[in-house]
């Protein structure tokens, strides 16, 4: 089994910065990507980004420009950089995993409140 620990959520005000971080152990053979979704009560989980092995990326347009995801493979770490957040990024962040052998095996964290309020 594959373990997710996520950490850095919290209450921030508008316009301010907070960093996610995700630290995966446990079975761990084949990573190929890595990312970070979000959920708001009553709303389907949602993509926010996502890196590979290789470093490619992929974001949702809502934060194009104000999120950064990076990833440190020695250390199977991989961070969220959130910049200017808005009311609208209100929301339970969970942390993704997928890796390949044969098939593809998808993991997910506990989940982290982010929450931005004045």
């Known amino acids: 089994q594959v373990q997710l620990v996520e950490s850095g959520g919290g209450l921030v005000q508008p316009g301010g910065s907070l960093t996610l971080s995700c630290a995966a152990s446990?079975?761990?053979?084949?990573?190929?990507?890595m990312g970070w979704y979000r959920q708001v009560p009553g709303k389907q989980r949602e993509l926010v980004a996502t890196i590979t092995t290789t470093g490619s990326t992929n974001s949702a347009d809502s934060v194009k420009g104000r999120f950064t995801i990076s990833r440190d493979n020695t250390k199977n770490l991989v961070h969220l950089q959130m910049n200017s957040l808005k009311p609208e990024d209100t929301a339970v962040y969970y942390c993704n995993l997928r890796q390949f052998r044969v098939r593809s095996y998808e993991y997910w964290g506990q989940g982290t409140q982010v929450t931005v309020s004045s």
């Open positions: 446990g079975s761990i053979f084949s990573i190929y990507a």
